[in-house]
Nanobody, 125 residues
Framework: QVQLVESGGGLVQAGGSLRLSCAAS????????MGWFRQAPGKEREFVAG????????YSADSVKGRFTISRDNAKNTVYLQMNSLKPEDTAVYYC??????????????????WGQGTQVTVSS
C-alpha cells in the first residue's frame, strides 16, 4: 500500500514557476514508477511526465517538454515536478500516481495503482 500526498500548487502568473511535490508513504517507494497527470475542468486526465523507479529515465508530454522537469528522491520518498514558463493552459488539478512493477512509467492513467488527492495549479494571463 502506498499513500501519496501532493503539495506546492497555487496561483501564479503566466511565465512563472511552481514546484510540485508528492510525498509517498511506505518503504517500497523506490520500486514504483511515478507519474504526474493533470485534469482541467471538462477534460480527461492527461499524462504530464513520468519517471522510472531509479530516476534514470524520464518522459514528458509534448505540451510540457522543455518547460517541466520530473525528478525523484528515493531517500525522501518524494517525487517532484518543476514547472517553468507556465501558461494559462497549464491550469488544472495535478495528480501524482504510482505504478507497480513497471519498467517504465505508463502514459495511461489506468495503469497506475495509487493516486494522490491532487493539487490545484492556476495560471493567470
Amino acid at each position: 500500500q502506498v499513500q501519496l500526498v501532493e503539495s506546492g500548487g497555487g496561483l501564479v502568473q503566466a511565465g512563472g514557476s511552481l514546484r510540485l511535490s508528492c510525498a509517498a508513504s511506505g518503504r517500497t517507494f523506490s520500486s514504483y514508477a511515478m507519474g504526474w497527470f493533470r485534469q482541467a475542468p471538462g477534460k480527461e486526465r492527461e499524462f504530464v511526465a513520468g519517471i522510472s523507479w531509479s530516476g534514470g529515465n524520464t518522459y514528458s508530454a509534448d505540451s510540457v517538454k522543455g518547460r517541466f522537469t520530473i525528478s525523484r528522491d528515493n531517500a525522501k520518498n518524494t517525487v517532484y515536478l518543476q514547472m517553468n514558463s507556465l501558461k494559462p493552459e497549464d491550469t488544472a488539478v495535478y495528480y501524482c500516481a504510482a505504478e507497480a512493477f513497471a519498467p517504465r512509467p505508463s502514459s495511461s492513467p489506468g495503469e497506475y495503482d495509487y493516486w494522490g488527492q491532487g493539487t490545484q495549479v492556476t495560471v493567470s494571463s
